[in-house]
């Protein structure tokens, strides 16, 4: 099942369930015209009663049937609400048609009607139901009446006044829901709205904590842990390539041509690691001029001509708006291995970068090259 079908067959399946109460709710009425019929408290005959119960009956077998084949998914409102509930002031207005005395009982269900749609119904969807209702009753009586068999005239205006106010209520009443409905609406918009912006805010922070402001690349606290990350995957047999690397006389540019230039350095160092790195490799400022650079599942060659290349590219590279010449680096490197220690590993690789310097910098120094010395 899709992400998308996934919401609609649970839609479909509480639409159901609202369908089965309204059904049931028609079972219990049923069953109460029943009683009240064998009590002989209801003056309709059997026929007729048997005849609006069948109607009743093939009106739910449609609704039902277009429940379960989701063809109420083609409507409007695949609810149907307001079909079901003027379905059912149909069927009380015909219920009422043929009682007589019981009929002042049985104006309750109008009510019970209508609560089906006060929570879904909008408002001027219920008031026009609640106009049916009213105004068919009326008719009803109307017609009656010239008929000569309404039983009370004063009854049935009494009648009539008491569903006009108890529609009137649960028109006002339906019309509150739906305006608390919609401030709630509004504000759920509102929230979301400000939660999405402070989304956006920790995602901004969260670059700032974890990027080095003036080069753009990671900072040392990002970097320790996706290195210790990357470490915590490493599989047997594979190795990470781990290198501190460092701008070779970075005090005397400072210097020399103040500490604007010095950015400057800095920031094409940056860009020309970022360029000759692939997608996945990891640089990052460990602090001042020195960097570290992470390169997973690579072995001794392959890590040394990377840094031999990062190195020579340093070295052509034309900082903007300053004239700096002869820049250079120093590199010391180390492999690290399943369950390896990062602190361990950056110790083995400083040790090797101070024997880079001490050989006269501009070069690369690996730690196993000592190690197989």
Known sequence: ????????????????????????????????????????????????????????????????????????????????????????????HALLAISAEERGTFLVFYALILLFGVFQLRSVVFWRCTLYALFGFIALNLYQAYNFTLGSVSQAILQVATLAVVLLWLGLFASYLQSMRQRMRQRRVALQAHQDTLRGMMRQLEDLVATDELTGLCNRRNFIRLATRELKFLRHGRQHGLALIDLDYFKRINDAHG???????????????????????????????????????????????????????????????????????????????????????????????????????????????????
């Not at 009425?29 to 119960?53: M, N, R």
């Open 1 to 92: 099942m899709s992400d998308l079908e996934a919401p609609s067959k649970s839609l479909q399946r509480l639409l159901l369930r609202r369908f089965s109460m309204a059904a049931a709710t028609y079972c219990l009425v049923a069953f109460l015209c029943t009683v009240a019929h064998l009590s002989d408290l209801v003056t309709a005959s059997l026929p007729a009663l048997l005849i609006l119960l069948g109607c009743v009956l093939a009106g739910q077998v449609v609704f039902f049937w277009l429940f379960i084949s989701e063809r109420n998914q083609h409507f409007d409102d695949p609810s149907l609400t307001e079909a079901q509930v003027l379905f059912g002031i149909t069927c009380q």
């Open 259 to 373: 500490h604007a230039a010095g950015d400057r350095v800095l920031q094409t160092f940056a860009g020309v690691a970022q360029s000759c790195l692939r997608e996945g490799d990891i640089i990052a400022r460990y602090g001042g001029e020195e960097f570290v650079l992470l390169l997973p599942n690579t072995d001794a060659d392959q890590f040394t001509a990377c840094c031999e290349r990062l190195r020579e590219a340093f070295s052509n590279a034309e900082p903007v708006g300053v004239k700096i010449n002869n820049l250079s680096l120093s590199v010391g490197m180390t492999l690290l291995t399943a369950h390896d220690d990062l602190d361990d590993a950056l110790h083995r690789a400083d040790q090797a970068l101070y024997q880079a310097k001490r050989d006269g910098r501009n070069r690369c120094s690996a730690a196993w090259e000592d190690a197989d010395a």
